[in-house]
Antibody, heavy 123, light 110 residues
Framework: EVQLLGSGGGLVQPGGSLRLSCAAS????????MSWVRQAPGKGLEWVSA????????YYADSVKGRFTISRDNSKNTLYVQMNSLRAEDTAVYYC????????????????WGQGTLVTVSS | QSVLTQPPSASGTPGQRVTISCSGS????????VYWYQRLPGTAPILLIY???QRPSGVPDRFSGSKSGTSASLAISGLRSEDEADYYC???????????FGGGTKLTVL
C-alpha cells in the first residue's frame, strides 16, 4: 500500500525558512517523480515543485522559483522541500504527491497524495 | 484565481445524480487529458478519474468522467452520504508546462 507521510509544517515569520519532508513507502521510490502541491486557505490546489525519480531534474512554479528547493534522498525514501524567504502568501497546506512515472510532465499525473502539512507564515 | 474553473458548490439528495463541471482552455483541457480528485474531510486527495474517463481500481462505477472541447464533467450517480467531499479537476497546461487545477467543488449530500 502506497503511503506518503508529510511533516515539518508550522508557524514561521515572514522572511523565514522551513523544510518539509515526505516519507514514502509501499513503492519503489526512486522509480517515480515526486511533487509538492499546496492549497492556500480558501483557494484551489496549486502545483509547487517536482523532481524526477533520480533527483537530477527539478521543476518549479514561478511563484516559488528562486526561493524553494526540492530534493530527495532515495536511500531514505524521503522527499524534501526547503522553503526560504517565506511570504504570507505561502501560507497553505502542503501535500506531497507521487507522479505516475519517472519524469515530470503531462503524461505523469498524480496518482497518490499524502495527508498534507500546514505552513503558516505570519508575524 | 485557479486556471481551471469549477463551481464552488454542488448538492444533491441520496440516490440522485449530480454533475460537476470544469472549464479550461485550449492549452490545458482542450489539448490534454482531465483528471479528477476527491478529498474527503481531513484526508488526503485520492485519484477518482484519470485520462478523462478512466477509473482506478477500487473506484465505484457510480463515478464517471467526460470531456468535450475545453470543458469536462464529473458525474456521480446514486449519490451517497459518503460522497460528501471536495472535488478537484486537473490538467496539464502546455503553455505553463505545469499541472493546473480547479478551485474545487464542495459537494453536499442533503
Amino acid at each position: 500500500e502506497v503511503q506518503l507521510l508529510g511533516s515539518g509544517g508550522g508557524l514561521v515569520q515572514p522572511g523565514g525558512s522551513l523544510r518539509l519532508s515526505c516519507a514514502a513507502s509501499g513503492f519503489t521510490f526512486s522509480s517515480y517523480a515526486m511533487s509538492w502541491v499546496r492549497q492556500a486557505p480558501g483557494k484551489g490546489l496549486e502545483w509547487v515543485s517536482a523532481i524526477s525519480g533520480g533527483g537530477v531534474n527539478t521543476y518549479y512554479a514561478d511563484s516559488v522559483k528562486g526561493r524553494f528547493t526540492i530534493s530527495r534522498d532515495n536511500s531514505k525514501n524521503t522527499l524534501y522541500v526547503q522553503m526560504n524567504s517565506l511570504r504570507a502568501e505561502d501560507t497553505a497546506v502542503y501535500y506531497c504527491a507521487k507522479n505516475l512515472g519517472y519524469s515530470y510532465g503531462g503524461n505523469y499525473y498524480f496518482d497518490y497524495w499524502g495527508q498534507g502539512t500546514l505552513v503558516t507564515v505570519s508575524s | 484565481q485557479s486556471v481551471l474553473t469549477q463551481p464552488p458548490s454542488a448538492s444533491g439528495t441520496p440516490g440522485q445524480r449530480v454533475t460537476i463541471s470544469c472549464s479550461g482552455s485550449s492549452s490545458n483541457i482542450g489539448s490534454d487529458f482531465v483528471y479528477w480528485y476527491q478529498r474527503l474531510p481531513g484526508t488526503a486527495p485520492i485519484l477518482l478519474i484519470y485520462r478523462n474517463n478512466q477509473r482506478p481500481s477500487g473506484v465505484p462505477d457510480r463515478f464517471s468522467g467526460s470531456k468535450s472541447g475545453t470543458s469536462a464533467s464529473l458525474a456521480i450517480s446514486g449519490l451517497r452520504s459518503e460522497d460528501e467531499a471536495d472535488y478537484y479537476c486537473a490538467a496539464w497546461d502546455d503553455n505553463l508546462s505545469a499541472w493546473v487545477f480547479g478551485g474545487g467543488t464542495k459537494l453536499t449530500v442533503l
